[in-house]
């Protein structure tokens, strides 16, 4: 029997990729539960003062931990997944990845540590409760990601699922039990951040037996030879989407602080989409994955246009239901309080629709071998947003922000569109191991 008719064979009986379901179900219960957390804490908050620094908070911690850590969790499953392919055990693989995990995280702790006095006063409104939430952040998805990649490199789907289901739930039980109780400062509501992921970790890991195996020695090497440029470009992916809310808390006159929250609720409102966007990658990245171990690339890339498409469609229909029901849809989740405009929101989501095509692309791009390039694609896209919301000093603060991400995902989107056609007229051409390692290696978390 051919591979094909093996794969066609396997779609018959089960139409779905392994785990596909689990994780979707553990995706959508996340999602659902982050909106809920933002929701509840800004209202209990309410715009001024305090659910600012919040939403600083918030987004230094998924500029961060994902940023550093996802990439950490896919070389995880794939060094695993191939170990457990030739018969080999765990241990020195997960071992290697907690000593590297340890290094990233105490890097990480020293420089927040070091630049604490200075995040306290202008960017937590000088809350050092926030700072702890940050730093037990750092700690909370080193840990994550670390289950999470030896989850998922055993094929163990369903505490994967409950691992990320759990993070949610327990972020909005911590949050509503501090509403309840009449907490109305941002502080504890920050240290959340932290604690409901190691909470998350523990339920995931109850009856687990034979995580950790012994086998022979692990290389460097055997996490990834280009572990360092997906690093630095994970890193810089996570920025783009999260510094707008930096910049502007930053930017803010004393007469303009109090509407920091209002801009995080904006971003909120128009990244819906990127939620859609991680279900479809949830869905159809298996399957892809499934073509490009088989070795059927021309199906592959069929799969992989249909995705670009899927992509333009979402943000296009994004964009224009932000510009449309945007101001409607934050004042009926998050109260009358929060004021926003239909172009702050039109601009935000085409903003965020831009990168997400850029991620779309820059999946084509590791496909070419092409690390580096996208690592410096999306150098080039944050670089692109500090030119911006500089050189339009003087206009309208959410303005410089939102035209700032326009632009910096737009060049993002353009170079890495620019980096495929280079690395396809170069020659480059796509193997099996090259596309397995693209559809693992650039997902994204909101």
């Known amino acids: 029997m051919s591979v094909r008719e093996a794969l066609n064979r396997g779609r018959r009986a089960n139409p779905l990729p392994e785990g596909t379901l689990a994780v979707g179900v553990g995706l959508l219960i996340n999602g659902l539960c982050t909106y809920g957390f933002l ?8 715009p001024e003062d305090e659910y600012a620094p919040l939403s600083v908070v918030w987004a230094v911690i998924f500029l961060a931990g994902p940023g550093f850590f996802l990439p950490l969790e896919q070389e995880v499953s794939r060094a695993i997944a191939a170990r457990r392919g030739r018969g080999l055990g765990t241990g020195p693989v997960l071992r290697k990845a907690a000593v590297l995990g340890g290094i990233l995280v105490a890097g990480l702790v020293v420089v927040t540590l070091a630049l604490g006095p200075f995040m306290v006063d202008e960017l937590f409104s000088g809350d ?33 699922s409950i691992l990320i289901a759990a993070d949610g739930v327990m972020r909005l039980v911590l949050c509503l039990a501090l509403a309840v109780l009449g907490v109305k400062v941002a502080g504890p509501y920050g240290v959340i951040l932290g604690v409901a992921p190691l909470i998350a970790v523990g339920i995931a890991l109850r009856g687990q037996r034979n995580l950790v195996t012994p086998g022979p020695d692990a290389s460097w090497s055997e996490l990834s030879s280009a572990l360092g440029w997906l690093l630095f470009g994970s890193a810089l992916a996570q920025s783009l989407p999260n510094i707008p809310v930096v910049a502007v808390q930053l930017l803010a006159t004393p007469a303009e602080e109090a509407d920091v929250g209002d801009f995080q609720v904006g971003l909120i ?11 479809v990658q949830a869905a159809l990245l298996p399957k892809l ?6 070795g059927l690339i021309d199906e592959f890339k069929s799969g992989f246009r249909r995705l670009v498409m899927v992509v333009i469609a979402i943000g296009g229909l994004g964009t224009l239901t932000a510009f449309s029901i945007g101001p409607w849809a934050v004042r009926l989740l998050f109260g009358a309080e929060f004021d926003l405009d239909r172009r702050t929101l039109g601009l935000l989501a085409l903003g965020s629709a831009l990168y997400m095509l850029a991620v779309a692309m820059a999946q084509a791009v590791i496909a070419l071998h092409g690390h580096a390039r996208q690592a410096f694609v999306w150098l080039l896209g944050v670089v692109v947003f500090i030119v911006v919301v500089v050189a339009m000093a003087g206009y309208d603060l959410f303005l410089r922000a939102e035209l700032g991400l326009v632009a910096g995902a737009g060049a993002a989107a353009a170079g890495m569109a620019w980096a495929v056609w280079e690395r396809m007229h170069s020659g480059a051409v796509a193997t099996r191991d090259s596309l397995v390692e693209a559809i693992h290696d650039v997902v994204v978390e909101p």
């Open 289 to 294: 994955s499934a073509l490009a171990s088989a």
């Open 128 to 160: 050092w409760l926030l700072l702890i939430g940050l730093l037990l952040g750092y700690v909370a998805f080193y840990a994550t990601h670390l289950a999470r990649g030896g989850f998922s490199g055993l094929v163990r789907f369903r505490p994967y």
């Open 39 to 46: 929701v509840v804490a800004a209202r209990v908050l309410g």
């Open 269 to 279: 409102v128009a990244r819906v989409p990127l939620f859609l966007f991680l279900a």
